[in-house]
């Protein structure tokens, strides 16, 4: 199928696709679930947790939705259920004959992700603007060709092969973390400790700073926002609840979160010491939470090399050479 000699034409937005926007359920109302729960993240399809959502909350499957805020103007396609909140739209095909599948959503994905460069943080998307919108999509006389979009894309899947191997693992390769020395050390005497700001929920204006909370879900990360009242970079993050993830890159936390910080920490190191820390998680509840002056005073046990030091580049090479290290 030649995809420059078919005609394409503008449409109205609101006369090709029905549009509904999301509603908001803050992460302590939200309770674990099968369902999937659909955010302003960029990342992981846009799936922001999964959950039992709350009658008033529409189920919505084989739908495509748009952010609004946060990673502005990114879409995805959803064929499993899922509910959506107040930082996206849901978009669905308006003429009830068509049904969407992964070829139509893949074909129209970049073409509404085009739209995304004129909005921001400060221009947001809404239902307005968004019927406001012109759409070029290929057409037969006056109807969008619905069929050219499937069929072009099932031929350009035929091309697509996955060739590389199945590689094997050789777990022998590892070094042995039970021949390397370990010393028990006090986390206040190794990192420096700053408890983060709070900043409730209806004073944050959204944005692109990665907002953390005492969350167990997606590392903690709770929200996005545009007005931090702190910033740090490159840490570890201990939640109140005793969990610990490293962060990559700057962001900002709550007053739940203490910021751990140490000139020699990486991604990979972090990613050892958090696994490290995590297992004094049993220490805390909510009636003895994990706070700063707490935690410094508690041990944990590390690498250490022949002067009896931390072996930082022991523990970045030893997550370097797991078997998904790669990915990371």
């Not at 696709?17 to 109302?29: E, Q």
């Not at 420096?192 to 209806?202: Q, S």
Request: glycine share 4%.
């Amino acid at each position: 199928m030649v995809f420059n000699k078919k005609e394409w034409k503008e449409f109205n937005f609101e006369d090709v696709f029905k549009i509904s926007r999301g509603v908001r359920l803050v992460s302590t109302d939200q309770i674990s679930g099968e369902i999937a729960y659909i955010s302003s993240t960029k990342k992981n399809n846009g799936i922001d947790n999964y959950i039992t959502p709350p009658d008033f909350m529409t189920v919505y499957q084989n739908a495509m939705t748009l952010n609004n805020s946060g990673s502005v103007g990114y879409c995805f396609y959803h064929p499993y259920k899922f509910v959506a909140s107040d930082h996206c739209t849901v978009i669905e095909i308006k003429n009830k004959d068509v049904n969407l599948n992964s070829y139509i959503a893949i074909f129209l994905k970049p073409i509404i992700e085009s739209m995304k460069d004129k909005y921001n943080f400060a221009r947001e998307i809404n239902n307005t603007r968004l019927n406001k919108e012109k759409i070029l999509l290929p057409a037969n006389d006056v109807s969008v060709d619905w069929y050219f979009m499937e069929e072009y894309i099932k031929d350009k899947s035929k091309s697509i092969k996955y060739d590389k191997p199945l590689s094997s693992f050789n777990y022998e390769s590892l070094p042995n973390l039970n021949k390397q020395g370990w010393i028990e050390f006090k986390i206040g005497d190794i990192f420096e400790i700053i408890r983060g700001k709070r900043l409730v929920e209806i004073d944050r204006v959204s944005g692109e700073m990665p907002y953390y909370s005492a969350s167990d879900y997606n590392n903690g990360l709770t929200d996005k926002i545009n007005n931090p009242l702190f910033t740090e970079s490159d840490a570890l993050i201990y939640t109140t609840f005793g969990r610990c993830f490293y962060v990559e890159g700057e962001f900002t936390a709550s007053d739940e979160i203490s910021v751990l910080k140490h000139p020699r920490l990486n991604l990979y190191n972090g990613l050892f010491i958090s696994t490290v820390i995590t297992q004094n998680k049993y220490r805390y509840s909510f009636g003895r939470k994990a706070f700063y002056n707490k935690i410094s005073k508690d041990f944990i046990k590390l690498p250490v090399n022949e002067q009896k030091e931390i072996d930082w580049d022991f523990m970045s090479n030893y997550i370097k050479k797991l078997k998904y290290s790669s990915e990371i």
